[in-house]
């Protein structure tokens, strides 16, 4: 319990300690006039309040990722609770930072043109279709999840549930942000954190469960290697891609550039809370006990179910159906959004018509519902591994921002080749990759890193 707390607290201390510094690198302004009012059009760039922007992103940003991933990488033990902590204040937070500062300070662009300003018009297009790909899979994904979920409570078929969601994907991606988002959406993110604070109570106070400190022997429950899977594994409990294809539709809803540090790095803090806390839940349930390596890989909704049924009693199916049902569908719902206005930003093209959008979304909702009668923990990997992508090139962005800027761009290049650490030993390591040896793609990536930093830095800062 005691490595449980000590990783809590340090969480909740960044916000207020490495915030600030982020902050104060990266220089808000609350007397410049945000793109919410300066280009105010009734559907996306509408202005909204401070705490509806942090609950909405933290929705956006959360759904099923720090549940689904955190409880997977919970079988590599107290581990995951360092990469947790570390990869959320370090990377995650500072990603989804200048994801969303650069965006506002660029008129609230998506990436795709923020990475085409900072780092040249050669990735453009590349991070046009990985962008876009993230979000479909991530629809597919919690989608898939949500509906494993209700067709095991009410016992109707699969594809009913997933039907009936893509229907809801499709009207909300298409209506102005401040109908269904702005109005609904910040009471779904409070219960998905109120989740989390009642099964970790739950948890705490029952004597039957104990978390497992960073000294317990015996919780390392797969034979993958921390190095790459757990950093991959946990995604958006640390760092995720994702969150940079999110981060646009909130800078246009910003009122005033002092907000980027609640809404953003806070809203990342959160979701690292709630990763922490369903890492440790996993870990108490199911110490030491074969249940949790058998969900590893599959849809682990039902072993949602029965810890939130076990741990807080009748309350439990009603979390479940809030956590794992409703935030996962409203995160689907937004990534085909950001899909959507990723499409319109970069082909320039006007959505002010509800048919227009409706040609743009029809697309991606019929792709993204085609994906969903895949294997889901081959859509989960393959997720992993785009998003992790996506984040490697927005972090490189920052720091080129910053030198530019005349700034200290340390802050997120460090952070970015840790990234490209990841993703270069994960593609040669991993099945789906070119499934090399663990030692010859370790020392492969540690070389393509350090050159591909070198190669950043001498061109960029100049």
Not at 195 to 205: H, N, P, R
Request: net charge positive; charged share 10%.
């Amino acid at each position: 319990m005691y490595s449980f707390i000590i990783c809590f607290l340090i969480l909740v201390a960044s916000y207020f300690i490495y915030g600030k510094i982020v902050e104060k690198v990266a220089g808000t302004d609350d007397t410049r006039e945000t793109p919410a009012y300066r280009l105010q059009d009734g559907i996306d760039y509408i202005p909204m309040s401070k705490i509806k922007n942090f609950l909405v992103h933290f929705l956006n940003i959360a759904g099923l990722g720090p549940i689904f991933g955190a409880i997977q990488g919970a079988l590599f033990g107290p581990a995951a609770f360092l990469w947790i902590v570390f990869g959320t204040i370090f990377i995650g937070c500072v990603h989804d930072f200048f994801s969303g500062f650069m965006s506002m300070r660029e008129d609230g662009l998506t990436m795709p043109s923020i990475v085409s300003k900072y780092l040249g018009s050669g990735l453009r297009k590349f991070v046009t279709v990985l962008m876009i790909i993230t979000g479909i899979l991530v629809a597919a994904t919690f989608a898939k999840g949500a509906a494993d979920l209700i067709a095991n409570l009410t016992h109707i078929p699969v594809i009913i549930c997933i039907t009936v969601i893509f229907i809801y994907f499709l009207i909300a991606t298409v209506f102005p942000v401040d109908k269904i988002m702005g109005k609904v959406y910040p009471i779904f993110g409070a219960l998905l954190l109120i989740m989390a604070v009642l099964m970790t109570g739950g948890l705490l106070l029952n004597p039957s469960y104990s978390i497992p400190e960073f000294t317990t022997q015996g919780m390392y429950l797969t034979d993958k290697s921390i190095f790459p899977y757990l950093f991959v594994t946990i995604a958006c409990g640390a760092i995720s891609g994702f969150h940079a294809s999110q981060s646009p539709i909130i800078a246009r809803c910003i009122e005033n550039e002092n907000d980027t540090r609640p809404v953003f790095f806070g809203a990342m803090v959160l979701e690292g809370l709630v990763a922490l806390c369903w890492a440790a839940i996993a870990m108490a349930f199911f110490h030491g006990q074969p249940q949790l390596a058998a969900i590893y890989g599959a849809a682990p909704a039902v072993a949602v179910n029965e810890m939130a049924t076990v741990l807080v009693g009748p309350v439990g199916l009603i979390l479940t159906i809030i956590g794992v049902v409703i935030c996962p569908i409203t995160t689907g719902d937004t990534a085909l959004r950001s899909a959507r206005i990723t499409i319109v930003d970069e082909f320039n093209i006007n959505n002010e018509k509800i048919i227009s959008r409706l040609k743009l979304a029809l697309p991606l909702f019929l792709i993204s519902f085609g994906l969903t009668f895949v294997d889901f923990s081959l859509i989960w990997r393959y997720f992993a591994w785009s998003q992790l992508i996506v984040a490697t090139i927005v972090l490189f962005a920052a720091s080129a921002y910053l030198m530019k800027k005349k700034k200290q761009y340390i802050i997120a290049l460090a952070p970015a080749a840790v990234c490209t650490l990841i993703a270069v030993g994960y593609i040669l390591q991993a099945p789906e990759g070119l499934n090399l040896p663990q030692m010859i793609s370790n020392i492969i990536a540690v070389i393509a890193t350090v050159i591909i930093t070198a190669v950043f830095v001498k061109r960029y800062k100049k």
